[in-house]
């Protein structure tokens, strides 16, 4: 078991509460993926097609910028990595993060939060943004994931 990493992108709050209560129950150091310029609510409307997230999700070579300086992999063994899906897949930040990144030889767990969808193909899209890193199928964590659940999942997932 090494060390290990929380990263998350929230705009609305789901998945910044099931970040924290992973890393609590996983023993592991966050890290917030926070973009230079915030999502307004009319940024986030997916039914209007010219939305900065539709705009972003429909464009393959949107990187939005992220606000922090990136994490340092070099002492963690893996990253849990959580977001709301988009679209059916991760969001368009999520590109830049794991493209700004040394993933080569760690593990990659993604959880995420939606108000309908799953995972869909989200690992297979994430392997692309994170050449040599051993990308998992991850988990939903919707609605109210017990802490007693998450440490089941951590250590199946033997963190």
Known sequence: ????????FSTGGNTRRAAKALAAAAGADI??????????????NWMDKQSRSTLEMNDPAS??????????MGGY???????????YTCPAIIRTFLEGL???GK??????????????N?????????????????????GRVTAADLEAWVKELAL
């Open 1 to 8: 078991m090494g060390k290990t990493l929380v990263a998350y």
């Open 31 to 44: 890290y917030e993926i926070r973009p230079v310029e915030p999502y307004s609510h009319a940024d986030l």
């Open 63 to 72: 990187r939005p910028e992220i606000a922090d300086a990136l994490p340092d």
């Open 77 to 87: 063994d893996a990253l849990l990595l959580g977001f709301p899906i988009w679209w």
């Open 102 to 104: 040394n993933l080569a």
């Open 107 to 120: 593990r990659v767990i993604p959880f995420a939060t939606s108000g309908g969808s799953g995972l869909g």
């Open 122 to 142: 989200t690992a297979d899209d994430m392997k692309q943004y994170a050449p040599g890193a051993k990308v998992e199928s991850g988990r939903m964590l919707n």
